[in-house]
């Protein structure tokens, strides 16, 4: 009730941007759909945007049209819901989805977990942050950090598998089976220097 309270509040002044922060943690699962329902129906009423900061992908896959993946303090890929679910780039966002529960999944099956911790962002690492944890990093992974790489006009990704020199790699298999063609890719991705949401 709590939370229906605070954000009743939160929408009343017909704010343009909402940022939400974890709404829904602590919530059992019927609590969760109600507030993200009000949510949607109060966002489609007043016409604001809401900007969901959430750790919970299920979340995610039900309310975003785009999504950021952050990864050290820094946006490390960012798309369309769809091109971030079914044709990720990012070797994080790879772990990330494939740590999820896939309802096709033998009762057998392991879940993948990242391996290491998160860096200390008081001593940020040289290069990709997400290099010591990555079993595809890349030599230059820990010297110079990646610049964005354009896979689609709305699709980036910092990763320096997407350079034309890099070796080809094959994302794991939980990603593979979820991947889907997505239309409007390039043929090769293009190094950029800035992203460009308005495209």
Known sequence: QRQRIVIALALACEPKILIADEPTTALDVTMQAQILDLMKELQQKIDTSIIFITHDLGVVANVAD???V?????????GDVNEI???PKHPYTWGLLSSMPDLGMADDTALMAIPGSPPDLT???KGDAFAARSEYALAIDFKEAPPWFKVSPTHFVRSWLLDERAPEVEPPEMVKRKQ????NNFAKPERVERVSFNE
């Open 66 to 68: 785009r999504v950021a």
């Open 70 to 78: 952050m990864y050290g303090g820094q946006m490390i890929e960012t």
């Open 85 to 87: 679910f079914y044709d």
């Open 123 to 125: 001593r940020p690492p």
């Open 180 to 183: 889907r063609p997505m239309p």
